[in-house]
């Protein structure tokens, strides 16, 4: 089984739980490839089992400017059969607290990827607990592929 987690951060907090999550996952023996958004391509996901996307929620419940270009790539894969979780860090001073997450998880959802967890959002930046929450997550996403 193979893992890619993208990821987009600008102040380091989802680059924080990107990595976290990549702990987790590593500490299952399962193969892993990370990645920042700009340096990867929609069509990179399906070579992989399990994906990860990361992305703070931007002005008023969006995704981030430097994943427009990855998610509009996402309408033309496939992703039957992969399975998909999100996570970012998210302020709960705005109205639509971590929409990019759910924005992720519906996308791929309509791409036919399956998303075995909800979606991970942490407040600012992790603390110490939440890194910690971070790596379970990674480990329970290897768990949720049979691993």
């Known amino acids: 089984m193979s893992f890619l987690i993208v990821y987009a951060s600008m102040s380091g907090n989802t680059q924080e739980m990107a990595e976290a999550i990549a702990e987790g996952i590593r500490s299952t023996g399962a193969t892993l490839v990370i990645k920042e958004v700009m340096d990867a391509s929609a069509r990179e996901l399906e070579s992989y089992d399990g994906i990860a996307l990361g992305a703070y929620t931007w002005g008023d419940g969006e995704l981030p400017d430097e994943c427009l270009d990855f998610y509009e790539e996402m309408n033309d894969i496939d992703l039957s059969g992969k399975k998909v979780i999100a996570f970012g ?59």
């Open 89 to 147: 860090s998210c302020d709960s001073n705005y109205e639509h607290v971590g929409a990019a997450v759910d924005i992720l998880l519906e996308k791929a959802r309509e791409r036919g990827a399956e998303t075995p967890l909800e979606g991970l959002k942490i407040e600012l930046t992790p603390n110490a607990k939440e890194v910690e929450k971070c790596k379970a997550y990674g480990v329970s996403f290897v768990e949720s592929l049979g691993l």
